[in-house]
């Protein structure tokens, strides 16, 4: 059973500072890597799906792999306050049923000093 | 983006009811989710559809909980009856392929007292 653990639990940067976020998992077999943000009281939003290892950006926003290390990290470039949310690691499994299944983390709470 | 509605935002109920959770998915979707979020815990999976079917449930998918999307309407779950450890909040999710990104909506609120 795939388990999934994010670090830190909150981290607070400075405006104009880059910050990361870690993500490891227990099985490197597993299918897709996604980036979730969910602002208090609101849906999750989706912010970068990666699938091989390597990097994908999307934005101010990227996502790198490393499926040996069982780690996929987040950075996001020229954090603003709006980005202030609860940030969510998901690993996806399609367990030959077509139909994806993401296990998450507990979540890394971003905050910005202005 | 594209928006996942679910109704009600929150719903108080006693132990023992029947209780229905209503999703209204992106439209021209085809997949949808259920997930469930217990205070303070990670969000977990409960249960994938497909085509009138259930595709894959996990554990926390108990006897009594169902799901359906009769005639295109809502993709609803039933809990039949409820328990205590039933409170939580639900987050539906719908995609279009089943690898495709799950946009979520904004979770409904269960409190069973």
């Known amino acids: 059973q795939q388990k999934v653990q994010q670090s830190p639990e909150s981290l607070t940067v400075s405006e104009g500072a880059m910050a990361s976020l870690n993500c490891t998992f227990s099985d490197g077999t597993s299918d897709n890597f996604r980036w979730y943000r969910q602002h208090s009281g609101k849906g999750l939003e989706m912010l970068v799906s990666i699938f091989s290892d390597g990097e994908k950006e999307e934005g101010r926003f990227t996502a790198h792999l490393n499926r040996a290390s069982l780690h996929v990290s987040l950075h996001i470039r020229e954090p603003q306050p709006s980005d202030s949310a609860v940030y969510l690691c998901a690993v996806g499994d399609l367990p030959g049923t077509g139909s994806n299944r993401l296990t998450f983390g507990k979540g890394t709470k971003f905050s910005l000093i202005p | 983006g594209p928006k996942v509605l679910q109704i009600p935002s929150h719903q108080i109920i006693d132990m023992g009811q029947m209780v229905t959770l209503n999703c209204d998915p992106v439209?021209?979707?085809?997949?949808f989710y259920w997930y469930k979020q217990i205070l303070g815990q990670q969000m977990e999976f409960l249960v994938n559809?497909?085509?009138?079917?259930?595709?894959?449930k996990s554990k926390l998918f108990k006897d009594q909980f169902s799901v359906e999307r009769p005639d295109g309407s809502y993709f609803t779950l039933k809990i039949q009856p409820t328990a205590l450890e039933d409170s939580a909040v639900y987050f539906c999710?719908?995609?279009?392929?089943?690898?495709?990104?799950?946009?979520f909506g904004p979770g409904t609120r269960l409190l069973v007292l």
């Open positions: 439209s021209n979707h085809l997949y």
């Open positions: 559809f497909y085509n009138g079917k259930v595709m894959e």
């Open positions: 999710a719908s995609s279009d392929r089943g690898q495709d990104t799950q946009y």
